[in-house]
């Protein structure tokens, strides 16, 4: 069965401070990788999408990264905002999701 | 619709009684999946419907779950005779489908939180 790791489980850094998340996976049989979003009380939004065949993806200040055959991906957040507060998932499809890692932007 | 709309927000359900949690997915989306989220996890899939078909419902953890989409939109959830280890989010999700079930972002609502006491 497949096991998504997210470490770590909390972060907490200054405002502008760029943000590193990381995501583990055991099975390297899948179709792409996603990393959401998730604020308290919502649900899930789609931050970026990785096909297996992609190396990385960037939207404005995120990039994700994936390497298939190491089993990691790693989702980047350049100069951090209070407003980028919230609970990061990484989902490996077919879908099985990490635990997630909190972030807290202090301005 | 705007997006995917969930009812009710949440629910409160003694142990025994039987709950129904109403998914709307975004117009037109050929696909939906529901998930089960404990506090401090990810989702767990449940079920996945294509249209009214429900294609995979290998996540639903015990014959209690029974989920259907008759017409293709709207997707219900029933749980029946609630226990106390199905106080959870309930999470639904639609992507469009035109390219297949696992190649496609997907949209979520607010979810449901259930607490069964």
């Known amino acids: 069965k497949q096991e998504v790791t997210q470490i770590p489980a909390a972060l907490s850094v200054p405002e502008g401070e760029n943000l590193v998340l990381n995501c583990s996976f055991t099975?390297?049989?899948?179709?792409?990788l996603q990393w959401f979003r998730q604020d308290p009380g919502k649900g899930l939004t789609s931050l970026l999408l990785?096909?297996?065949?992609?190396r990385e993806q960037t939207s404005g200040r995120l990039n994700a990264s994936l390497d298939k055959s190491s089993g990691r991906s790693t989702l980047y957040i350049a100069a951090s905002q209070p407003g980028d507060s919230a609970t990061y998932l990484c989902a490996v499809t077919p879908l099985s999701f990490g635990a997630g890692t909190t972030v807290t932007v202090r301005a | 619709g705007a997006g995917v709309s969930q009812s009710p927000r949440y629910k409160v359900a003694k142990r025994g009684q039987d709950v129904a949690l109403r998914c709307d997915p975004i117009?037109?989306?050929?696909?939906l999946f529901w998930y089960q989220q404990a506090l401090g996890q990810g989702p767990e899939f449940l079920t996945y419907?294509?249209?009214?078909?429900?294609?995979?419902k290998s996540g639903l953890p015990s014959d209690r779950f029974f989920a259907e989409r008759p017409e293709g939109s709207v997707s219900t959830l029933k749980i029946q005779r609630t226990q106390q280890e199905d106080s959870a989010v309930y999470l639904c999700?639609?992507?469009?489908?035109?390219?297949?079930?696992?190649?496609?972002?997907?949209?979520f609502g607010p979810g449901t939180r259930l607490l069964v006491l």
């Open positions: 990785i096909q297996s065949s992609q």
């Open positions: 999700a639609s992507s469009s489908g035109r390219t297949g079930r696992y190649q496609e972002t997907q949209y």
């Open positions: 117009s037109g989306h050929v696909s």
């Open positions: 419907f294509q249209n009214e078909a429900q294609l995979d």
């Open positions: 099975d390297s049989a899948i179709y792409n």
